[in-house]
C-alpha cells in the first residue's frame, strides 16, 4: 500500500510517497503548478489501499503530486467531490485489435474506465494478418466497417493504430492461431520441424516489434491444432522476451480439468507465467470444477509456475456457435470448407450423431433445455433472429434443435455468434474471490451508432467493470471496493509489466477513473447492450480527458505500448 507524509521543503510544500516496504517512489513541490488538479476526491491507489481524501495533481501525462493542493495554480482543476479517483482500468483481455481501426474512440470501453486494454487474445491477432485469401475471417471483418489490412507485420499495425490515433492505451499479444495462419494456412495437422522454425522466428519477430507475449486460442482452429510440444516450443521464445502466454483453454467443460493441466504443464516445462484466460466451468454439469481447477493453479504455484487468471462477471459466454457446438473437425479450413461439410448428407449426418452422442441433453427441445438458454448474438445476414433462443427457433421452423443450428450455419456461412446462459454465478464468486484473479472483458471496443450498434454484442462489451463495483462489491460484498480496484489496475499492470501504470502515485502516467461508489453500475444488458453504465464521472488517458458527462470528450490520447525488445 501507499503511504503519503506532507512536510515543507524551503517554504514549498512537498508530498512524499513511499510504499509498504519504506522506499520513495517520488516526491514533488507542490507550489509549482500543475497542468490539471482533480480535486475533493477519495484516491484509490490500486495497490488495496482504502480510499484516502487528497487531490491529484497532473503534470503533461504524469502524476506529480497527490496530497492538498487547495490554493495551488492549474490550468484546469476538476471538481471530484464525493467521487473515488482510481487508477484507470487496465482489461487484460479484450478484442479490439478487430476494432482498433474503425472505432478509435472506443465508446464503449472508456466509458466505463477502462485506459489499457490488452488485444490479442484467443490465438486473434490483427496486428499480424495479412491482405491474403487465407485471412479471409479478418478481411470481412474489417472490409464490413469499411477497414482494411494495410500492413505486413506487427510493427506497420501500431504504427497505424498509433499514427491513426485511439483513446486507449493499447497493448498487444501475439496470437498463436494467427502466426500459425501466416507460416500454415489452415493446416489440421501437427507442426513439422521447418515450420515450427518458421512460426518461433515469427514470434521472435513480433516479441522484437512490441508484443507482450503469446497467446493462444485452443478451441479455435487452426490454434487448436498444436499439440503441447509447439505449444511449449513457442513459449520459450515468448519468455525469452519476457513475455507470458495467456490462454483460452482447449475445452471450458467437460473437459476444463485436462485442459487447465495442459496449460500448467506449459508453465513448467517452458518458465513461461501463464494467464488463464475468462476462467469458468461451461454448463450445469461442469459448475463447481472451478474449486478443483483453483487448487491446481495452488498446486502449480507451489511448484514454482506462476500462474493467475481473469474472468469477466456474467452468467453467459458468448462466440461463435460452431465453436460452442460442432464437433472440431467439422471446423477445418475456412467457412467454405464448413459448409460444404454439411451440406453433404452424409457428413451432415454424421455431424449430427457426434453431437447427440456427446450431449445426449441437445436433443431436448423445450424452452427449459439447453437451447432455452443459447440466444443468437450477431447474425447479420438475418437481424431479425438476434436476441431469441435456439428453441425457440427451431419450434417455430418445426426442427430438432440440432438440425436447426446445422441449417443456420450454412445459411449464414458460419458467421453466426450465440450468447450461452451456462456459467454459475456461484463459481463466479469463487474464482473472483482468489487473489490472483483479474477482471477481462473478453469484449470488443464498440459503440452504439453505425453498424456496431445493429450488432446485438454482449453486455461486458459496456458493463464489465461497473458491474464488478456495483453487483460484487456494494450489493453482494464479495470483493471490497479496494480489493476490486487492484485487481482492475496494479494486478494486471504487474502481471504485464507495466511499470509506470496501474497505480495512483507520482510518477505514475496519469490513467485515471473517477466514478461514484454509489451509483456505480452497469447498465447494459442482453436485450439491450448498448448502453453506457452509470457512475463513471472523469477518465483520462495519459493526462487528457476522453470521457466526461457521459459523453466522449473528442481526445485520442492513447499509447501504442510497445514492450522492450530485445531477449
Same mark, same amino acid.
Given at each position: 500500500m501507499l503511504s503519503a507524509a506532507g512536510t515543507i521543503l524551503d517554504g514549498a510544500a512537498v508530498m512524499l510517497i513511499t510504499t509498504d516496504r519504506g522506499d520513495a517512489l517520488h516526491s514533488v513541490q507542490a507550489d509549482n503548478g500543475y497542468d490539471t488538479v482533480i480535486e475533493g476526491g477519495s484516491v484509490l491507489d490500486g495497490l488495496g489501499g482504502p480510499p484516502v481524501r487528497a487531490d491529484v495533481g497532473i503534470s503533461d501525462d504524469t502524476i506529480a503530486f497527490v496530497g492538498d493542493l487547495a490554493g495551488v495554480r492549474a490550468g484546469v482543476r476538476l471538481n471530484a467531490?464525493?467521487? *473515488? +479517483?482510481?487508477?484507470?482500468?487496465i482489461d487484460i483481455h479484450t478484442h479490439s485489435d478487430i476494432s482498433a481501426t474503425f472505432h478509435r474512440q472506443m465508446l464503449s470501453m472508456i466509458s466505463q474506465g477502462v485506459t489499457t486494454q490488452v488485444v490479442g487474445n484467443c490465438a486473434l491477432?490483427?496486428?499480424?494478418? $495479412? /491482405?491474403?485469401? +487465407?485471412?479471409?475471417?479478418?478481411?470481412?471483418?474489417? *472490409?464490413?466497417?469499411g477497414s482494411a489490412i494495410v500492413w505486413n507485420d506487427l510493427n506497420g499495425h501500431l504504427n497505424h493504430v498509433r499514427d491513426s490515433g485511439i483513446a486507449t492505451n493499447y497493448v498487444m499479444l501475439a496470437g498463436h492461431g494467427t502466426i500459425r495462419k501466416r507460416v500454415m494456412g489452415l493446416a489440421d495437422r501437427h507442426a513439422a520441424a521447418?515450420?515450427?522454425? &518458421?512460426? %518461433?522466428?515469427?514470434l521472435a519477430r513480433a516479441m522484437e516489434q512490441g508484443a507482450w507475449g503469446i497467446s493462444t486460442g485452443l478451441e479455435y482452429t487452426p490454434s487448436g491444432y498444436a499439440n503441447l510440444e509447439e505449444l511449449v516450443a513457442l513459449s520459450r521464445v515468448a519468455v525469452r522476451y519476457g513475455g507470458l502466454y495467456a490462454t483460452h483453454l482447449r475445452n471450458e467443460g467437460d473437459a476444463l480439468l485436462e485442459a487447465v493441466q495442459e496449460a500448467l504443464d506449459v508453465g513448467l516445462e517452458a518458465g513461461i507465467p501463464i494467464q488463464l484466460s475468462h476462467h469458468k466451468a461451461e454448463g450445469p454439469r461442469n459448475w463447481g470444477k472451478v474449486? =478443483?481447477?483453483?487448487?491446481?493453479?495452488?498446486?502449480? *504455484?507451489?511448484?514454482?509456475?506462476?500462474?493467475?487468471? /481473469? =474472468?469477466? @462477471?456474467?452468467?453467459?459466454? !458468448?462466440?461463435?456457435?460452431?465453436? =460452442?457446438? $460442432? @464437433? !472440431?473437425w467439422v471446423l477445418?479450413?475456412?467457412?467454405?470448407?464448413?459448409?460444404?461439410?454439411?451440406? /453433404?448428407? &452424409?457428413t451432415r449426418a454424421k455431424v449430427a450423431e457426434e453431437m447427440r452422442s456427446g450431449h445426449p441433453e441437445w436433443d431436448d427441445a423445450s424452452p427449459d433445455g439447453p437451447w432455452g438458454r443459447v440466444e443468437i448474438g450477431i447474425v447479420r445476414g438475418n437481424r431479425s433472429i438476434q436476441g431469441r433462443t435456439i428453441a425457440d427457433l427451431a419450434a417455430e421452423? &418445426?426442427?430438432?434443435?440440432? %438440425?436447426? #443450428?446445422?441449417?443456420?450455419?450454412?445459411?449464414?456461412?458460419?458467421?453466426?455468434?450465440?450468447?450461452?446462459?451456462?456459467?454459475? %454465478?456461484?463459481?463466479?464468486?469463487?474464482?473472483?474471490?482468489?487473489? #490472483?484473479? !483479474?477482471?477481462?472483458?473478453?469484449?470488443?471496443g464498440t459503440g452504439p451508432d453505425g453498424r456496431s450498434g445493429e450488432d446485438r454484442v454482449h453486455p461486458r462489451c459496456y458493463g464489465t467493470f461497473p458491474r464488478v463495483l456495483g453487483r460484487y462489491v456494494r450489493e453482494e460484498g464479495v470483493l471490497t471496493e479496494a480489493e476490486a480496484i487492484r485487481k482492475m489496475t496494479s494486478l494486471p499492470a504487474r502481471r504485464l509489466g507495466l511499470k509506470d501504470r496501474g497505480v495512483l502515485a507520482p510518477g505514475f502516467r496519469a490513467d485515471i477513473t473517477v466514478y461514484d461508489a454509489e451509483t456505480i453500475r452497469d447498465e447494459a444488458t442482453y436485450n439491450e447492450p448498448h448502453r453506457y453504465a452509470s457512475g463513471?464521472? #472523469?477518465?483520462?488517458?495519459?493526462? *487528457?480527458?476522453?470521457?466526461?458527462?457521459?459523453?466522449w470528450t473528442g481526445a485520442l490520447p492513447g499509447a501504442v505500448l510497445r514492450r522492450d525488445a530485445g531477449p
Open positions: 467531490t464525493g467521487l *473515488r +479517483v482510481a487508477p484507470g482500468f491477432s490483427l496486428g499480424l494478418a $495479412l /491482405d491474403t485469401e +487465407v485471412f479471409s475471417f479478418e478481411r470481412r471483418w474489417l *472490409r464490413a466497417h521447418d515450420e515450427m522454425q &518458421a512460426m %518461433e522466428a515469427e474449486r =478443483q481447477t483453483i487448487q491446481m493453479v495452488e498446486d502449480a *504455484r507451489a511448484k514454482g509456475v506462476d500462474v493467475q487468471m /481473469d =474472468q469477466y @462477471p456474467y452468467t453467459a459466454y !458468448m462466440t461463435n456457435v460452431g465453436v =460452442q457446438f $460442432l @464437433p !472440431m477445418a479450413g475456412d467457412n467454405n470448407d464448413v459448409v460444404a461439410r454439411l451440406t /453433404d448428407s &452424409a421452423a &418445426a426442427q430438432p434443435p440440432i %438440425e436447426y #443450428l446445422l441449417d443456420l450455419v450454412v445459411s449464414e456461412r458460419n458467421f453466426v455468434a450465440a450468447t450461452n446462459f451456462a456459467i454459475s %454465478e456461484d463459481d463466479i464468486a469463487f474464482v473472483m474471490r482468489h487473489d #490472483l484473479t !483479474m477482471i477481462g472483458s473478453d469484449a470488443v463513471i464521472a #472523469l477518465v483520462l488517458v495519459n493526462g *487528457r480527458t476522453v470521457w466526461s458527462s457521459g459523453s
